[in-house]
């Protein structure tokens, strides 16, 4: 048999972070596991952390979770999460406090058939932002109320919304489902070395310790090292960073000082000299970080920001009381994301600056044209 035309039914995913256990959880839902069905094997290096970021979702997340089949009161109470209605950006057009503007969830009505934004240039309700004057949702956000009523079931919603979410417990759910509701075999090892088939496709991982993980597809889940795409198989990275300067991010995860702090149900983009601090409220603390660019702020300029950003926004004793990381990032894409029976999803297929809070949404929505 032809080796491209192999049935597949062994599945190996390399990377426990956020991309590899929701791809092992969306194949999960997909696909039956068993006699007739796809087993899935998901290996995570004992050693190599997550990057543990990643806090803020699109509105895809909630039929993500429904298809997963974790309610939305388990995953709210797991991950710490909060509804995100959209992003508040402020001080983008100037350098003011007043300046700020909604992106919010909810397109305004009829959009596909009629551009509402032809009328507001041309003079209808141009005294209010396009925001404000063609959906609700500023308006609800600015009294800190939430997109739903509390009888409105799960995953329904009055006003579209998405999630503010932990990383480290979100991935921790999302294993838990995997491993007992998909049956999805975990293995805490380190990939050190790809054996390969004469036509060049994976035949197996072997793993520090020696083990052996063969397989019909690989999922390269395994963030920036892009183990097998990029160390293995030498597809490179098509960078942007000519055109997207930001590099770093310093982050932060920020405990609430005042038990009556509402949790703001937008992500909080805000502009600085160098970049941009995101600012989201989880229930239990805020996760907050700087992204620039290091050719134009050097390590103490980001830590002055921030500490300077936390202090505006009620940290009373700024940055050097909590313990702030360093994260390096490169934008680019793989050149190509699916080589042989080899596909990347996640950091490792690429990865552009995060304003847009639009890593998540496109794992999701590879693991399900996967799955396809
Ligand atoms: C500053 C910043 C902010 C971000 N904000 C957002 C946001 O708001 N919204 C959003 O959607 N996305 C955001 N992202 C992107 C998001 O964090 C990632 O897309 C998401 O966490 C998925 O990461 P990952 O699983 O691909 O990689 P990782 O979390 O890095 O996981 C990699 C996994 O691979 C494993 N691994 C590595 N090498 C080996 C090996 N040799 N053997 C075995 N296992 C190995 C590691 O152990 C780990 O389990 C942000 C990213 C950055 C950098």
Redesign the pocket.
């Given at each position: 048999m032809d080796e491209s035309n192999r049935p597949i039914q062994q599945v190996v995913i390399?990377?426990?972070?956020?991309?590899?256990w929701l791809t092992a959880c969306i194949l999960g839902a997909e696909f039956e596991s068993g006699e007739q069905g796809l087993a899935i094997t998901l290996?995570?290096?004992p050693d190599?952390?997550?990057?543990g970021?990643?806090?803020?979702?699109w509105p895809s997340m909630r039929s993500t979770l429904k298809k997963i089949g974790i309610s939305e009161t388990t995953f709210m109470r797991h991950c710490g999460a909060s509804l995100k209605q959209g992003t508040y950006f402020r001080q983008w057009r100037e350098d003011a406090a007043g300046d700020s503007y909604y992106h919010p969830f909810t397109p305004p009505l009829g959009y596909a058939e009629t551009n509402l934004a032809e009328h507001w240039l041309a003079g209808l309700c141009r005294d209010k932002p396009f925001a404000q004057a063609v959906t609700p949702q500023g308006a609800l956000c600015d009294r800190a109320a939430a997109p739903k009523q509390i009888g409105i079931p799960e995953y329904g919603y009055v006003l579209n919304y998405g999630y503010h979410l932990d990383?480290g417990r979100f991935a921790d759910l999302l294993q838990q489902t995997a491993t007992q509701q998909f049956e999805v075999t975990h293995l805490q090892?380190?990939?050190e070395q790809v054996e390969i088939r004469s036509s060049g496709d994976i035949d197996a991982l072997v793993t520090r310790t020696g083990k052996r993980i063969a397989g019909d597809l690989f999922v390269d889940?395994?963030?920036?090292?892009s183990?097998l795409l990029s160390g293995h198989y030498q597809v490179p990275l098509v960078p942007v960073d000519r055109y997207l300067f930001n590099n770093r991010?310093l982050?932060v995860q920020v405990p609430y000082e005042a038990t009556a702090e509402a949790i703001r149900s937008t992500t909080w983009s805000t502009a600085q000299d160098s970049g941009w601090i995101w600012d989201i409220g989880l229930r239990d603390r805020r996760g907050v970080?700087y992204?620039h660019a290091a050719d134009y702020c050097s390590d103490a300029q980001a830590h002055d920001a921030l500490d300077r950003y936390l202090k505006e926004t009620g940290v009373t004793k700024g940055l050097d009381a909590l313990a702030p990381r360093m994260?390096n990032?490169q934008s680019g894409y793989r050149q190509q994301l699916w080589h042989r029976n080899c596909v990347a999803i996640?950091?490792?297929g690429g990865?552009v600056e995060?304003l847009e809070?639009?890593?998540?949404?496109l794992?999701e929505l590879s693991a399900r044209a996967l799955g396809r």
């Open positions: 390399v990377g426990g972070g956020t991309a590899g290996v995570e290096s190599t952390p997550t990057i970021v990643g806090e803020g979702t990383a090892e380190h990939v889940c395994s963030g920036f090292e183990l991010a982050a970080g992204v994260i990032f996640g950091l490792s990865f995060p809070a639009s890593a998540l949404v794992i």
